[in-house]
């Protein structure tokens, strides 16, 4: 018995000894030296993109407006520390884009885009957009800036019997109408047509122009009815359809209508008359060449100028002055056609086939600065 206890003291004092050797091998292995890891550093720069507009590189952006938005968005993967565009803070949203108003001058400009990443790193970019700003014509300035009104006066039914009624006035004036609104800037809503008219009637009318015709507007006046020149007074008049052969209550004066001119601040207005008509409301009158540049200079300065049938004497049913007027408007194929340039064109041919002599001038007293009224041609796509 004793034999055996001492054996199996020795197999387990065996048995012990290999477990702490066990142990001793698993601490040896559990304090090996840690391996370190080395962090690359980022010197990759932000990315830029742009979203509006699209700028390939190496390419400008042309544009007709004179200001745009740059859309553009900027990204890194260390996060971006800021964006600027010349020299501008910009800011940014959560996913890296941001928007940049740009105004710009005629020509080329440069823009300069800086971008950094939180870890210092910058991408930097220098893009052109070059501003043609469009082409303006003096044709683009009096569509956009003015309204070309009219009041038309037509008047061949008298009242009193002692005045002759005419055939063609109300007709003279509708033709003229119809060929104002077909051709030419004229707008039916901004023309009123007066057939037979009272004195009344003409003065209304008359107040209700000065209170729409602004400074940049432009306003003609066309008369066809019987008309009186009094050599006592020097003073010449309308009649209208309520007008009395011998009393001149009713009859318009010109001295009248030059008042009623004073307060209409047109920058154009022309008066068109195919009656008998007293010189004295004209005044000398200077003339312009005719260039693309001259046609500016009309516009630019405000005139009041005056074109009739006839002077002191009394003018024909049958109208060959209204007649080539309308024609030589219907004839016309220029944008522009100044009212000088449209009384020569026609004043021989009345002078041929009448015994009128057709005038045309400055209207005295009422504000004319050497400008002329400018007929505008509408275009083809109008």
């Not at 884009?97 to 800086?114: A, C, D, M, W, Y």
């Not at 009309?298 to 009739?308: G, H, V, W």
Request: hydrophobic letters at 35%; a negative charge.
């Amino acid at each position: 018995m004793y034999l055996t206890i001492l054996a199996l003291f020795l197999g387990g004092s065996n048995l012990f000894a290999q477990e702490v050797k066990s142990v001793k091998s698993s601490l040896r292995i559990s304090n090996l030296p840690k391996t370190e890891i080395k962090e690359v550093p980022d010197t990759d720069p932000p990315v830029l993109e742009y979203l509006s507009p699209k700028i390939p590189a190496g390419f400008k952006h042309v544009t007709k407006q004179p200001e745009m938005d740059l859309i553009a968005k900027a990204t890194d993967n260390s996060g971006i520390s800021f964006v600027s565009v010349n020299s501008e803070m910009q800011s940014l949203s959560e996913t890296g884009i941001f928007t940049s108003r740009l105004e710009l001058k005629p020509g080329e400009n440069q823009f300069r885009i800086v971008v950094m990443d939180r870890k210092d790193n910058l991408t930097e970019q220098i893009f052109v957009v070059e501003y043609v700003p469009p082409v303006v014509t003096l044709a683009d300035r009096i569509s956009t800036e003015s309204k070309y009104y009219g009041l038309i006066i037509g008047i061949d039914q008298y009242r009193d019997k002692e005045i002759s009624d005419l055939d063609n006035p109300i007709r003279d004036a509708g033709n003229l109408y119809n060929v104002l609104v077909k051709d030419y800037q004229f707008k039916e809503e901004h023309i009123k047509f007066l057939k037979n008219a009272t004195r009344a009637e003409l003065c209304r009318s008359l107040d209700e122009m000065a209170a729409l015709v602004t400074p940049n507007d432009n306003l003609l006046i066309f008369y066809a009815g019987h008309g009186l020149w009094d050599e006592g007074s020097s003073n010449g008049y309308w009649l209208p359809s309520d007008a009395d052969r011998y009393e001149k209550t009713n009859w318009f004066r010109n001295s009248a209508l030059q008042d009623y001119l004073k307060e209409i601040h047109s920058r154009h207005t022309l008066l068109i008359t195919d009656a008998c008509f007293g010189g004295s409301i004209f005044k000398t009158r200077s003339a312009f060449s005719n260039t693309d540049k001259a046609y500016e200079k009309l516009y630019e300065l405000p005139s009041r100028k005056a074109m009739t049938s006839g002077n002191l004497t009394a003018v024909p049913d049958e109208s060959q002055f209204t007649k080539f007027l309308i024609r030589r408007l219907e004839e016309n194929k220029e944008t522009y056609l100044s009212s000088e340039e449209l009384f020569s064109s026609f004043r021989i041919a009345v002078i041929n086939n009448s015994d009128a002599m057709p005038l045309y001038g400055e209207i005295d007293k009422v504000g004319d600065e050497g400008g002329e009224f400018i007929f505008l041609k509408k275009s083809n796509q109008q």
